[in-house]
């Protein structure tokens, strides 16, 4: 498939699976996140629910925050069959509303006294099946509030308590974000702009770490939803136990930069970390000729 | 002031003003856009109205869209009293607003039974002078509302009637899209977003030229509302001019690009073309070190 953007990529080994090197057992047995607390979006299903659950495992106290109380609720019987010690408070809110916002990550601090890690994992897509003019304009622009306002909410609320905690954003991106693919435009140009959010957060506030993270390509509702020709090959622990390695400060010289979790991290650091330092890579730029 | 993407831009002759290779006359003497339809959003001051003025010269049939109907007619006053033949309409709209955009677009066809050119010029932007926490987080949005909705809104019902006449799209962005100006995160996040629905355009509609243009640093109403640390050297009449050249078919290979106003096009082409092409240059790309 030739589509423009496959090549803006870092040439590593492929991963689809848990390797050594992000394995979350270590922070399960160590409980890395004990006296963490965790917001995650989109925390009801897929990608999110895994992120919990794993944080969850490692000693993370969680607040989750989706649309629907049932799923929450759900969710949260999840966690704490697994974990039955962990702290898990939920709440309903739909990112694109700053008053959810608000609330979500004010309520997680009067709760639990403080915020450590914000997981932005919300996110929306619509199949890809049309040139952008023959389909709802109204449909085309949710997927840029939901995609980059809908991080930029939380983040915004989040970021007083993150300063104070020296905390960290995981904001769940995608490798699309590169990929010109026709009759994807929303979703492309939204997570595209969340890349350059990141280095914002960083700029304006250094004592936050950011990641924008791609986190595979996971089979999830939202990967359905997509009709994207891309085959679901990674199952969302990955992602999650990606989550866990960079909140743990394990590759923070990726601060503000874009992270694939298909890319080996011990093999980028190895060979890669100190040209993406020096030239400051993994972000977008306008392409000069040579 | 060592802001960071102030290198990626072309090292090519700076220009703040009209020079010879897109020096209007020629359009203004040859009527080049007689028989054609222009809309401008933003068409009451600044930019837009210069840019109204100069298509106006050039023989065009003007749309003016604006949100006030009384600075609309003090612009569609000012091109009457130079060119007391020229046929201009207004239309009240705020580009945000999908029905109203949908309604400008079938206001120009029912009066002039086509549109060739777009110019997406309508823009906003907020002081420069906190941290984004600090401020309004719907004010933020408020700027990608009318900097990114604003556009898209506009181009998707330009389209159809675009594709009639193999028309073209100029959108207004800016060269903070390269820029990581602290405090200015919502204006260059949204003009970054903007350049790559431009590549999007090209992409999805072929048969149809767009252009994302950085005007220059001009001292409109815009810029002083940023209190923006960088000077206003440039004048009305290079950006203006910069879109008549664009738009005449001199530079369909730049269609999809960021184009910089201040760039000396004629050095552009003659240096830098070839490579432009043939490295798919002028696009934002994920940074991979060497």
């Not at chain 1, 650091?269 to 100190?274: G, L, N, Q, Y």
């Not at chain 2, 078919?249 to 003659?270: H, Q």
Request: glycine share 6%.
């Amino acid at each position: 498939m030739s589509i423009i953007g496959l090549d803006e990529n870092l040439p590593v080994k492929e991963v689809h699976d848990v390797y050594p090197t992000i394995d979350p057992k270590e922070h399960y047995a160590a409980q890395t996140f004990k006296g963490k607390v965790v917001l995650i979006t989109g925390a009801s299903r897929g990608i999110g629910l895994e992120s919990a659950l794993q944080y969850a495992r490692a000693g993370a106290s969680l607040a989750l925050a989706s649309r629907k109380q049932a799923t929450l609720d759900e969710s949260k019987n999840l966690i704490l069959k697994e974990a039955p010690n962990a702290q898990v408070i939920t709440f309903v809110a739909d990112v694109k509303d700053v008053k959810h916002a608000e609330a979500a990550v004010k309520g997680t601090v009067a709760h639990f006294g403080k915020l450590d890690i914000l997981v932005a994992n919300a996110g929306k897509i619509r199949p890809m099946d049309k040139p952008f003019a023959e389909k709802d304009p109204v449909g085309w622009w949710e997927v840029q509030e939901v995609n980059i306002r809908g991080v930029y909410n939380f983040v915004h609320y989040a970021i007083p308590e993150l300063v104070k905690s020296k905390g960290r954003v995981i904001i769940v991106t995608s490798l699309a974000a590169q990929l010109r693919l026709p009759t994807a435009s929303d979703y492309v140009v939204s997570k595209f702009a969340l890349s350059r959010l990141a280095e914002f957060i960083a700029v304006e506030y250094p004592d936050v770490k950011v990641f924008a993270v791609h986190p595979g390509v996971v089979e999830s509702e939202l990967n359905v939803e997509s009709q994207a020709p891309f085959p679901a090959v990674d199952p969302a622990s990955l992602p999650a136990a990606v989550f866990l390695y960079l909140s743990a400060g394990k590759a923070d010289y990726l601060n503000s930069r874009y992270v694939s979790v298909n890319w080996d991290l011990a093999e980028v650091e190895r060979d890669w970390k100190e040209k993406i330092v020096a030239q400051n890579g993994l972000v977008s730029k306008l392409s000069i000729p040579t | 002031m060592s802001i960071v993407g102030l290198d990626e831009d072309l090292p090519v002759t700076p220009r703040h003003d009209v020079y010879p290779t897109i020096d209007p006359k020629v359009h203004y003497d040859g009527q080049t856009f007689k028989g054609k339809v222009v809309l401008v959003t933003g068409a009451s001051r600044g930019i837009g109205l210069e840019t109204a003025l100069s298509y106006a010269r050039s023989g065009a049939s003007l749309v003016l869209v604006s949100r006030k109907q009384a600075t609309l007619d003090d612009s569609k006053n000012a091109i009457i009293a130079e060119l007391p033949k020229a046929e201009v309409i207004t239309f009240v709209a705020d580009v945000t607003d999908v029905q109203k955009s949908e309604e400008a677009i079938k206001a120009t066809i029912k009066r002039f039974g086509k549109l060739d050119i777009l110019v997406a010029n309508a823009g906003a932007a907020r002081p420069m002078d906190k941290p984004f926490a600090s401020k309004d987080p719907t004010g933020w949005w408020n700027i990608f509302e009318v900097n990114v909705r604003g556009v898209y809104n506009f181009v998707h019902f330009a389209i159809p009637e675009l594709l009639k006449t193999n028309g073209q799209i100029v959108i207004v962005s800016s060269g903070v899209a390269q820029l990581r100006i602290p405090t200015a995160s919502e204006y260059c996040t949204s003009k970054f977003a903007l350049n790559r629905f431009a590549e999007f355009i090209a992409l999805e509609y072929p048969s149809l030229r767009v252009f994302p243009v950085h005007p220059g640093v001009i001292g409109t109403e815009l810029n002083l509302a940023t209190d923006a640390p960088v000077p206003a050297v440039d004048t009305l009449a290079l950006p203006a001019a910069t879109f008549l050249y664009l738009t005449s078919g001199k530079a369909n290979w730049l269609s999809g690009r960021y184009i910089s106003a201040p760039w000396d096009l004629g050095e552009v082409e003659s240096v830098w073309k070839q490579k432009i092409v043939a490295q798919n240059g002028l696009v934002s790309k994920l940074s991979i070190p060497k």
